[in-house]
């Protein structure tokens, strides 16, 4: 199934949560921390303004990205968890 968010929503596809700390020790899934990574699999066509205009989302499908860790609703599609988003919600955009 493709989705199409509406608005200024995106759909993100959160990154797995880490398994190890960095010193090595394994987590327990419930010690696990939500994750708050992901890959942006799909854009709305941006915010419509007073004007009629729409005002267009500055992220393109592919980009990493840092979301509001309880932002967002989360549902499954085709057996994928995935997260969607206002575009305010989205944190900042992972480069390099």
């Known amino acids: 199934m493709a989705?199409?968010?509406l608005d200024d929503r995106v759909v993100?596809?959160?990154?797995?949560?880490?398994e190890k700390t960095a010193g090595g020790i394994v987590l327990p899934d419930a010690a696990k921390e939500?994750?708050?990574?992901?890959?942006?699999v799909a854009v709305g066509p941006g915010r419509l303004l007073d004007s009629g205009d729409r005002h267009?989302?500055?992220?393109v499908?592919?980009?990493?990205v840092l979301f509001a860790k309880y932002g967002g609703t989360e549902i499954e599609v085709d057996g994928v968890e995935v997260k969607i988003?206002?575009?305010a919600?989205?944190?900042a955009k992972v480069t390099g």
């Not at 267009?56 to 992220?59: D, E, F, M, N, V």
């Open 3 to 5: 989705l199409k968010p």
């Open 12 to 18: 993100v596809q959160p990154l797995v949560a880490e």
């Open 34 to 40: 939500k994750p708050q990574r992901g890959k942006v």
């Open 56 to 59: 267009p989302i500055s992220l």
């Open 61 to 64: 499908v592919g980009d990493e």
């Open 85 to 87: 988003l206002r575009e």
């Open 89 to 91: 919600d989205i944190l």
